[in-house]
């Protein structure tokens, strides 16, 4: 197996991405054109947090992460589940959840995703089969539940996904996962976004041995590396990996390389805790998923520069949208605190909730706290 480290992916200088040869035009556009609005949308919202402080839930953005949900966007079928870690944003939007919805749940809105109730890192969209999780690994062994169901179902090709960071691979639960997905031979595709960071920790100083890729094989699930801002080498690995899980109902882990521009949480920078060099951050903004395929796709004339400026236009009249929508929808009401009983087939949970004294909820969110993410 190749071998990819952060240590020697900062080596290459810059990165010479090639679109592969009978890559379809149109395909290529739209994995670019999802990476921008991503990339456009976590700007805005980065921008948007502070002045108003109208949002108060932490949120972790993803710029400099975006090509693994533009592929998946393109891969996953509706009928696929997808769990994501706390870095929500590109996973929601890859499952065609609606922008409008996660920039009110981000406002604390009724017509949020959630009611407004869940934020970011909580954040799910069940029409869509997609769902988040804060707890580091805890997803990956929700999901897992949700592949063991697709195996009992025969004429099911669907599948379950998990995205998560090199950092989740720490917790003993990530690795009670691996070995149930390998030794049951579920339909689970593992992810893992080794942006090298665990808050401000870089991976060399949290794990010793093999790479993570590597470790999962001990377990029997098959894996590969890749160079993760590549979207079009990340679209021929995982178009190989979801073909073969949906066939032959095996789990696979995919191990992509990438970096995040974003400070670990908000917007502040907190590249003022020097804990990444002026050298990483720039060669991973030159070679950052948009920028390369930006640069390719001009230098083969499948886009021009004026399509580009259509194509940002448009999305920002649509973030400008959400915004209005999400800064225009109500707060929930009191009453609709027994909306969150998702458990319909439980008499006893709906009758608990309704007991529930709810005079200690004070719905009146105060713009003086959270104010630190
Ligand atoms: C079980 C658990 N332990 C600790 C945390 C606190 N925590 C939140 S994010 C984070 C770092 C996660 O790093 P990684 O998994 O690599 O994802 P990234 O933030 O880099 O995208 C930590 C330690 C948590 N959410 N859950």
Redesign the pocket.
């Known amino acids: 197996m190749k071998k990819f480290s952060h240590k020697n992916i900062s080596k290459i200088g810059k990165y010479k991405i090639k679109i592969p040869k009978r890559f379809d035009k149109k395909l290529a556009n739209r994995l670019f054109r999802f990476m921008l609005r991503l990339r456009i949308c976590e700007l805005y919202l980065e921008k948007e947090y502070h002045p108003a402080d109208q949002m108060k839930c932490p949120v972790?953005f993803?710029v400099g992460?975006e090509a693994i949900p533009a592929v998946l966007n393109e891969l996953l079928i509706e009928e696929d589940f997808l769990f994501s870690?706390?870095?929500s944003h590109g996973y929601y939007l890859a499952k065609n959840a609606p922008m409008k919805k996660l920039f009110a749940e981000l406002y604390g809105k009724s017509s949020g995703a959630n009611s407004g109730i869940a934020g970011s890192?909580d954040l799910s969209y069940t029409k869509k089969n997609f769902f988040a999780g804060?707890?580091?690994?805890?997803a990956a062994s929700i999901a897992i539940g949700a592949a063991l169901s697709l195996s009992l179902k025969p004429k099911s090709k669907a599948i379950a996904v998990t995205g998560?960071?090199?950092?989740?691979?720490?917790?003993g639960?990530f690795w009670e996962t691996i070995n149930y997905a390998g030794l049951k031979k579920l339909p689970i595709l593992f992810i893992?976004?080794?942006?090298?960071?665990?808050?401000y920790a870089p991976?060399s100083k949290r794990q010793a041995g093999m790479s993570i890729a590597e470790r999962v094989r001990s377990f029997g699930v098959d894996s590969k590396q890749v160079f993760g801002n590549d979207v079009f080498i990340v679209y021929q690995e995982l178009k190989k990996a979801i073909t073969k899980a949906r066939k032959s109902r095996t789990p696979f882990l995919l191990e992509a390389f990438t970096y995040?521009q974003s400070s670990?949480?908000g917007p502040p920078n907190d590249e003022k805790v020097k804990y990444k060099s002026k050298k990483e951050i720039k060669f991973w903004k030159k070679n950052c998923p948009v920028a390369l395929s930006e640069r390719v796709l001009l230098m083969k004339n499948f886009l021009k520069k004026t399509d580009i400026n259509v194509i940002k236009s448009e999305i920002k009249k649509e973030i400008k949208s959400c915004f209005d929508y999400a800064k225009n929808s109500e707060y929930p009401s009191l009453n609709s605190w027994d909306d969150l009983n998702l458990s319909h087939n439980s008499p006893l949970a709906d009758k608990l909730l309704l007991d529930l004294d709810k005079t200690d909820f004070d719905i009146e969110q105060q713009t003086e706290v959270s104010k630190g993410f």
């Not at 998560?164 to 917790?171: L, R």
């Open positions: 972790h993803c992460e870690h706390h870095r890192m804060a707890i580091l690994s805890g998560f960071g090199d950092g989740a691979t720490e917790e639960l893992c976004e080794n942006n090298n960071y665990s808050t991976q995040r670990h949480v």
